[in-house]
């Protein structure tokens, strides 16, 4: 079965340093990953994903993952962070077309803290 | 152009009463999804219809029946409310399962608590 890991509930980081959010993996064939981001009370909000292709993949808001086959990660980075990247990510894997049509599989996210 | 909207935005039930939630999304899409959030579990499938006119289980579909009423409208039902229901519900929609270019966008949830 498809899965996603986040080993970080939380990351602390500050305003300026670059930042990453850590995604492990594990699926059967190529998969599809994606990011998505939550702010407090709100929906969530697609960032980039991941089909094939390049392994940086660039997304909204400055935001770019490094899809690395071998180590089975999607880990998110961002060069720069601000203040308003402070939230909560969650990274998917889409399940397979005979699991849940093509719902997403989400990690338990990871609460992005970022200190001014 | 409002994307996927859900009604309501919050609601409390006593235990066994019955609710429906609404979802529309104005996106043309044809799959559209049923998930919930609890409190560092991410986001579970409840239920979800990859076309109109059909509906399958998900990971976590007890207590929860759902319609798709047409391409663009999909509910999820509470027949007899239980406090282990209490959570953020998001209703979410895509263009083209298993497409490349398929991606999912979600709706602002629907807060629940059952007493």
């Known amino acids: 079965a498809q899965s996603v890991a986040q080993p970080e509930d939380q990351v602390n980081v500050a305003e300026g340093n670059p930042l990453t959010v850590k995604c492990t993996y594990s699926v059967s064939g190529n998969p599809y990953l994606f990011w998505y981001v939550q702010y407090p009370n709100r929906g969530l909000q697609f960032l980039l994903k991941?089909?094939?292709?390049?392994?940086l993949v660039k997304g909204s808001y400055g935001f770019e993952a490094e899809f690395n086959k071998s180590q089975t990660s999607f880990h998110l980075k961002k060069p720069s962070a601000l203040v308003s990247d402070s939230a909560l990510y969650f990274c998917?894997?889409?399940?397979?077309?005979?699991?849940?049509?093509?719902?997403?599989?989400f990690g338990k996210g990871t609460t992005l803290s970022v200190s001014s | 152009n409002a994307g996927v909207t859900q009604t309501p935005k919050f609601q409390v039930l006593k235990t066994g009463q019955s609710m429906t939630l609404q979802c529309a999304q104005d996106?043309?899409?044809?799959?559209m999804y049923w998930y919930r959030q609890d409190p560092g579990m991410g986001l579970r499938l409840i239920y979800y219809?990859?076309?109109?006119?059909?509906?399958d289980k998900g990971e976590v579909p007890n207590g929860y029946n759902v319609s798709r009423l047409n391409k663009r409208e999909f509910s999820l039902r509470l027949e007899s409310a239980a406090p282990s229901q209490t959570s953020v519900y998001f209703c979410?929609?895509?263009?083209?399962?298993?497409?490349?270019?398929?991606?999912?966008?979600f709706g602002p949830g629907t807060r629940l608590t059952v007493l």
């Open positions: 991941y089909i094939t292709g390049d392994n």
């Open positions: 996106m043309n899409h044809n799959s």
């Open positions: 219809s990859a076309s109109e006119g059909t509906t």
């Open positions: 979410a929609s895509s263009e083209s399962p298993g497409g490349d270019s398929d991606t999912q966008y």
């Open positions: 998917a894997v889409r399940a397979l077309p005979n699991q849940a049509g093509t719902a997403l599989i």
